[in-house]
């Protein structure tokens, strides 16, 4: 039925409140660089950075390059310092974080079983973030040692959630067709829009997330645990 089970993270394996996650996220990284920078111009610009990857069209750009290009310019310290406490933030201090998440006791039973089955899994986290970040959030649910097919990273990656370049660039990496692929996800938006390819959609409700208030358009819908029911019977 299909060959492809693509997984969206936040909200979807990893149990949490996107915007607690967020509020926490920025106050920790604030802290982290509030000798060099006054907060509220760091957070600012990250958010700034951010929506440039969101926006980004260019495919020859990673979404790194899009962030860094945009981000850099408008803090005035050099690369350098920047990079490398960047680096630090996401080894020693991103850990922390995982106080704002709950433990997902069913992810790792299911992954062990849909590889054992055969699937190709992809981490369909939206790539805003660096490769160590999403690393750490999947060892939070104890899925971070597992053969992905792919994860989707700033590093790797050319487009974001919502954009369907998003998708088209995983599905032409695996070699599969839409219709053979299943996204797995929390957001209405970012997550459903799957759906316009042709790739079937499932939406996990327990941490949904619909800001805009979009009509809801999804092949199948549940909680996570009728997920694991649903893919149990693949
Ligand atoms: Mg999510």
Redesign the pocket.
Known sequence: MFQALLF?????LVPMNMETFMKEYFRAVARKFAHLIYPEKLIHNILDGTMAMVNNTDPEKTNKEVFWSHFLPRVSLPAEVLVSMFDEFYACDFAALKDCIQPNPLARPLMNSLFEKGFQIVIATNPVFPERAIQERLNWVEIGDLPYALVTTYENSHFCKPRVEYYEEVISYLGVKPQDCLMI???VEE?LIAGTLGIRTFLVDDWL?NARKLPIETDYRGSFGDLVSFLRSL
């Open positions: 969206d993270l936040d909200g979807t996800g929390n957001d997550d997330l």
